[in-house]
């Protein structure tokens, strides 16, 4: 009996052995064939041009205006430095996550990468492997602090926030009573950026207020913004409940796009004011047509030159700055003919 068992075990043990080898071998075949996927795609984009560097920019929402915006500056800022930028994992079938991109790229062995990142241990690890790989990091509007990246590319988040309070004591005082704010901040709590905004709107709030008749109630819902299905059922939610927030203030593109559509679905324009982050032709409508009162955007030309900077710096130079801060500016009423060219009537 006892010889059975150990047979039995050792069988056990040569099974996960096997089961082992065939995981190893799987993930290095993924990453051969990607690797050969995305620089045969980059060859046949190229063409006969012979550039210097190859820099892969990875993002979460690849197809956000955000993210288009800022990869356009750093593509056409590339050029100019004779470097190809691509937005890694647009063009493949299968939708891969930020690691598994930062795997894929790390294996292409690229000149440099461009990466919103976050604060989560695996985040750090991938970046510092790069990093040890000879692949400088540059992180994007969200850092990796504890990373070895060169680089940080962001905007002043505590800026952002005392803009926001500053357009909250404006409704309230237009509107004469207290407000009820409501910050919708990411369930990913490795968004460390998301903290310093809700900050910034708080003690502004506190210390500009110069009506203590009007008081301020503030909360952070947490939404899982894995998905826009997610965002939208999160959202759904709140506007189900008795008691709707009088300001809703979102920190994102999606956020404040779902916000608009909600709004308008359960006809809370004007008992529902909105503050968002970005814009798109969606949310420069919204503020027209005085759904969204106003959104904190980013200047996208800056970030994504001074990503392709930072990059060509350190490779020059052996160093470069360490954080980068894009301009910030607020759209409302009173600008938005600038941003819709113009136009006056989007109707």
Not at 80 to 94: C, D, M, P, T
Not at 99 to 126: N, P
Not at 145 to 157: H, L
Not at 219 to 231: G, K, L, P, R, Y
Request: aromatic share 10%; hydrophobic share 35%.
């Amino acid at each position: 009996m006892g010889n059975e068992k150990k047979t039995d075990e050792n069988y056990n043990l040569k099974g996960l052995l096997w089961v082992a080898i065939g995981a190893v071998v799987i993930t290095v075949i993924l990453g051969i064939s990607v690797f050969y996927i995305y620089w045969g795609k980059f060859k046949r984009d190229a063409g006969d041009q012979n550039y210097e560097g190859y820099y892969a920019m990875i993002a979460e929402d690849r197809k956000s205006d955000f993210v288009q915006s800022v990869y356009q500056s750093a593509y056409e800022n590339g050029l100019k430095e004779n470097i190809y930028v691509e937005l890694f994992g647009e063009n493949l079938s299968q939708n891969y996550s930020r690691q598994e991109l930062m795997e894929i790229a790390i294996y292409s062995d690229v000149d440099g990468i461009i990466v919103e990142a976050d604060e989560s241990r695996r985040m750090t690890e991938l970046i510092d492997k790069a990093v040890n790989a000879g692949i400088p990091v540059v992180t994007l509007y969200n850092d990796s602090t504890n990373s070895k990246r060169c680089s940080f590319v962001g905007v002043g988040n505590y800026d952002i926030g005392r803009e926001y309070g500053r357009q909250v004591l404006k409704i309230g005082k237009a509107k004469r009573k207290s407000q009820n704010v409501m910050v919708l901040v990411d369930a990913d709590n490795s968004n460390s950026s998301q903290n310093i905004v809700c900050s910034g709107i708080q003690e502004t709030i506190l210390k500009e207020n110069d009506n203590e008749e009007i008081e301020y109630h503030f909360t952070m819902t947490a939404i899982d913004e894995s998905t826009t299905f997610t965002v939208e059922e999160y959202i759904r939610n709140i506007f189900m409940q008795e008691d709707v927030p009088d300001i809703i203030i979102c920190l994102n593109e999606l956020n404040t796009t779902c916000v608009y559509q909600a709004v308008v679905d359960y006809n809370k324009v004007g008992k529902v004011r909105i503050l968002g982050n970005y814009y798109s032709d969606t949310i420069l409508k919204g503020i027209y047509r005085s759904v969204i009162d106003a959104t904190v955007t980013v200047d996208t030309e800056q970030m994504g030159r001074y990503c392709v900077d930072a990059l060509v710096e350190y490779e020059r130079f052996g160093n470069t700055s360490e954080y980068f801060a894009a301009d910030i500016s607020l759209i409302n009423k009173n600008n938005i003919s600038a941003y819709m060219g113009g136009s006056e009537d989007e109707e």
